[in-house]
């Protein structure tokens, strides 16, 4: 069992950047490929940015490129999502999410094993 907690969530204007944090229980959380979704109201969860175990390689969704990047700690079993010039249709519910099974990165959301709670970021205009 892998728990995941989210954190750094919260109101921003458009142009302004945020951080999320997620931690993660397990002994092996190096093994995980991790992947950050988020869902907007009336919307289908979507990916957003995955990153790899072995190599830390990452795959983003178009949409968020050269302006999200996701990173990871092993040791404090923690993986990141900084968001630079947020837009307001960044608004959204972010979660986080584990991938036990295989290392390797993956950009939909039946992939992961996991699931944060969740945070909410809403970009104002």
């Known amino acids: 069992q892998v728990q995941l907690v989210e954190s750094g969530g919260g109101l921003v204007q458009a142009g302004g950047s945020l951080r999320l944090s997620c931690a993660a229980s397990g002994r092996t959380f190096s093994s995980y490929a991790m992947g950050w979704f988020r869902q907007a109201p009336g919307k289908e969860r979507e990916f957003v940015a995955a990153i790899r175990s072995s190599d830390g390689n990452t795959y983003y969704a178009d949409s968020v490129k050269d302006r999200f990047t996701i990173s990871r700690d092993n040791a404090n079993n923690t993986v990141y999502l900084q968001m630079n010039t947020l837009k307001p249709e960044d608004t959204a519910v972010y979660y986080c999410?584990?991938?036990?099974?295989?290392?390797?990165?993956?950009?939909?959301?039946?992939?992961?094993?996991?699931w944060g709670q969740g945070t909410q970021v809403t970009v104002s205009s």
């Open positions: 999410a584990a991938r036990v099974t295989y290392g390797s990165i993956a950009s939909t959301a039946r992939a992961y094993d996991y």
